[in-house]
């Protein structure tokens, strides 16, 4: 049942997402049915906003007013996933992928984009690892999520877009973002240049099993430091 909705969920991608060409016809990324039953229970896409990284950090490579992947975490309703443990992350098992990953899952503060990859499968895409589910699989999988998923555009929808300086309710980001892709979780980070405010730096995404959004649960969400009001700055 699961490999039939996985793929009943690929064979509805045009119809949900706003791909590009390139993206939409990309080879390496059809096959995800293949992906078998995996020892927790929903899937955690953690989005950052790129200004908000770099706004206290010198970021040693390139940045945009975007959103772009943080990482892919598997998650528990009832307890909270620690490090897991599995094969170590090798580059040529994501070649295929390699130019859609340098664009959409970027390092910000570290020179290398494969640095920040081989972070991510050591400490979290180990989790998903089974016979089926390997390296290859778990980066196709959030590139996937994350094209699904256009938070910026859905916050722009509601007349929430990101300029310097100007507060925004938290309620009506969540409520923003909820209305295409579930409750979100989000964090936050305080912004030096005002003042210590604090702003917007990540979005959670929540996805079942079968890759639907669902609302993000708030038991073991490690999505916490937001307050009432806060920022979304453009740069």
């Known amino acids: 049942m699961l490999n039939l909705l996985i793929g009943d969920a690929l064979n509805g991608l045009e119809e949900n997402i706003a791909f590009t060409e390139s993206k939409n016809d990309h080879p390496s990324f059809y096959g995800l049915e293949r992906m078998k039953e995996v020892p927790f229970d929903y899937y955690q896409l953690v989005l950052q906003w790129q200004p908000a990284t770099c706004s206290n950090a010198i970021c040693l490579r390139p940045w945009s007013s975007r959103f772009s992947i943080n990482g892919l975490w598997a ?10 443990t599995g094969n170590g992350f090798l580059q040529q098992n994501i070649t295929s992928i390699r ?36 390296i290859n699989d ?3 999988l959030a590139l996937y ?7 910026q ?37 305080l912004n030096l240049k005002y003042l210590l405010q604090s702003q917007l730096s990540q979005v959670f995404l ?24 806060i920022l979304w700055n453009k740069t």
């Open 145 to 151: 999520l994350f094209w699904r998923s256009d938070v």
């Open 99 to 134: 130019k859609e990953l340098d664009e959409d899952w970027p390092s910000l503060v570290i020179s290398a984009n494969p640095a920040v990859w081989s972070e991510a499968w050591n400490l979290q895409g180990t989790c998903f690892e089974s016979p089926t589910f390997q």
């Open 138 to 140: 778990y980066f196709r």
């Open 206 to 229: 929540c996805f079942d099993k079968c890759l639907a959004h669902i609302d993000c649960p708030s038991k073991y969400s490690p999505a916490l430091g937001c307050p009432t009001k």
């Open 153 to 189: 555009k859905a916050l722009q929808e509601s007349g929430i877009e990101p300029i310097n300086g100007k507060q925004y309710e938290k309620s009506d980001i969540e409520a923003a973002i909820t209305k295409s892709f579930g409750k979100p979780a989000l964090r936050c980070n």
């Open 75 to 84: 998650a528990s309703y009832s307890r909270p996933i620690g490090r897991c």
